[in-house]
């Protein structure tokens, strides 16, 4: 082997050349703070990916979270939108005089309930038939199709009760 | 001691850990692969890994041959992906170089073919070392510049010191062959 080794002297020596290599000045001052970094960012990484395995269909909940572990100011101003969200509900819930407006403003011929009939609706729609009234009790006229044919609006059906 | 307390998540711990063998680390991943911003990353890496898997380290070897196996086997994969993309980034020779016996003799001695520089020997021992199988560079590298013994190496590589010589053999032989005309 010592021949062999006496044989490889001259590669030893320009092998001596690589032990020369070196990385720029200071790289190694931040080298283990890069790796501290990057394994505490994997754990947070780990973290939110079990959060989503637990909530699958709301990872929509998890992202939120996830933003909001990233950027203290996001949470702050969500949490500022909750309390504002809940003085609101608190306010509103409170608040006696306050009653459903209609969804829609109705003239003085449809007010009543109880006088809703097709001829009071739009022509059109009377003329199909259609009404919408939550009235069980409707003077059920037969209406004009557009064919010139009367369609009653219900035909009289009688049951026989059978005697048991 | 540090082991333990890095096993049991202690980050300061592993700080320490990865101070101490931060640059033989770099050193060994950059010399098998001739590139400062692959090694960046593969030492970066091994040690994360090993940070990883820091719980199913048993003790049967050193924490630093088994951080060693780790950033072999992570740069070996590297590389083999890497096969035909080969790109040198080489770390500057540092101030020293100029003064190194053996260095001045093999520069002072002239080729006799032409006369070289030291930029352009360190490109030429790059380029001839990227020539050679891994498993052969990285006996080489091992061996005869970080300076290890054969039994260190065949820990580190898990084959048995017969295995090491004989590689290491080849792999000069190799070597010698590709750098002839730089060698006396």
Same mark, same amino acid.
């Given at each position: 082997?010592?021949?062999?080794?006496?044989?490889?002297?001259?590669?030893?020596?320009?092998?001596?050349?690589?032990?020369?290599?070196?990385?720029?000045?200071?790289?190694?001052?931040?080298?283990?703070?890069?790796?501290?970094?990057?394994?505490?960012?994997?754990?947070?990484?780990?973290? #939110?990916?079990? /959060?989503?395995? %637990? *909530? &699958?269909?709301? @990872?929509?909940?998890?992202?939120? $979270?996830?933003?909001?572990?990233?950027?203290?100011?996001?949470?702050?101003?969500?949490?500022? #939108?909750?309390? /504002?969200?809940? %003085? *609101? &509900?608190?306010? @509103?819930?409170?608040?006696?005089? $306050?009653?459903?407006?209609?969804?829609?403003?109705?003239?003085?011929?449809?007010?009543?309930? #109880?006088?809703?009939?097709?001829?009071?609706?739009?022509?059109?729609?009377?003329?199909?038939?259609?009404?919408?009234?939550?009235?069980?009790?409707?003077?059920?006229?037969?209406?004009?199709?557009?064919?010139?044919?009367?369609?009653?609006?219900?035909?009289?059906?009688?049951?026989?009760?059978?005697?048991? | 001691?540090?082991?333990?307390?890095?096993?049991?998540?202690?980050?300061?711990?592993?700080?320490?850990?990865?101070?101490?063998?931060?640059?033989?680390?770099?050193?060994?991943?950059?010399?098998?692969?001739?590139?400062?911003?692959?090694?960046?990353?593969?030492?970066?890496?091994?040690?994360?890994?090993?940070?990883?898997?820091?719980?199913?380290?048993?003790?049967?070897?050193?924490?630093?041959?088994?951080?060693?196996?780790?950033?072999?086997?992570?740069?070996?994969?590297?590389?083999?992906?890497?096969?035909?993309?080969?790109?040198?980034?080489?770390?500057?020779?540092?101030?020293?170089?100029?003064?190194?016996?053996?260095?001045?003799?093999?520069?002072?001695?002239?080729?006799?073919?032409?006369?070289?520089?030291?930029?352009?020997?360190?490109?030429?021992?790059?380029?001839?070392?990227?020539?050679?199988?891994?498993?052969?560079?990285?006996?080489?590298?091992?061996?005869?510049?970080?300076?290890?013994?054969?039994?260190?190496?065949?820990?580190?590589?898990?084959?048995?010191?017969?295995?090491?010589?004989?590689?290491?053999?080849?792999?000069?032989?190799?070597?010698?062959?590709?750098?002839?005309?730089?060698?006396?």
């Amino acid at each position: 082997m010592n021949e062999n080794e006496d044989n490889f002297e001259s590669l030893r020596r320009l092998m001596v050349l690589k032990q020369h290599e070196t990385p720029p000045p200071g790289y190694f001052n931040n080298f283990s703070g890069q790796v501290l970094r990057r394994i505490r960012a994997g754990e947070n990484v780990e973290s #939110a990916t079990l /959060l989503e395995r %637990l *909530f &699958g269909p709301l @990872s929509g909940i998890a992202k939120l $979270l996830k933003a909001l572990d990233a950027k203290p100011v996001f949470a702050s101003g969500f949490a500022g #939108a909750l309390c /504002l969200l809940l %003085l *609101f &509900g608190i306010v @509103s819930a409170e608040r006696p005089d $306050l009653t459903p407006q209609p969804m829609l403003q109705a003239d003085a011929t449809t007010t009543s309930l #109880a006088a809703l009939s097709p001829t009071a609706l739009s022509p059109s729609a009377s003329q199909m038939g259609i009404v919408s009234s939550t009235n069980p009790v409707l003077n059920l006229q037969a209406v004009a199709s557009n064919f010139g044919q009367q369609i009653p609006l219900a035909q009289p059906v009688s049951f026989k009760i059978p005697n048991f | 001691m540090l082991v333990q307390q890095a096993r049991r998540g202690d980050l300061e711990a592993y700080d320490e850990l990865i101070r101490r063998y931060q640059e033989r680390i770099y050193a060994t991943v950059y010399h098998m692969t001739a590139n400062h911003e692959d090694a960046n990353d593969l030492a970066q890496e091994s040690f994360i890994k090993a940070y990883q898997a820091l719980k199913s380290f048993k003790g049967g070897s050193s924490f630093y041959t088994w951080l060693y196996r780790i950033a072999v086997n992570k740069t070996i994969n590297f590389l083999k992906q890497r096969k035909n993309r080969i790109h040198l980034s080489l770390n500057d020779l540092d101030f020293n170089t100029e003064h190194n016996p053996d260095l001045v003799a093999l520069i002072s001695e002239k080729t006799p073919h032409r006369e070289v520089n030291l930029a352009e020997l360190q490109e030429k021992l790059n380029a001839a070392l990227l020539k050679l199988s891994e498993p052969h560079r990285l006996v080489v590298v091992l061996h005869d510049v970080q300076g290890m013994s054969h039994d260190e190496i065949a820990k580190i590589m898990e084959c048995n010191i017969g295995t090491v010589r004989s590689r290491l053999f080849y792999a000069r032989q190799q070597l010698q062959a590709l750098l002839a005309d730089y060698l006396k």
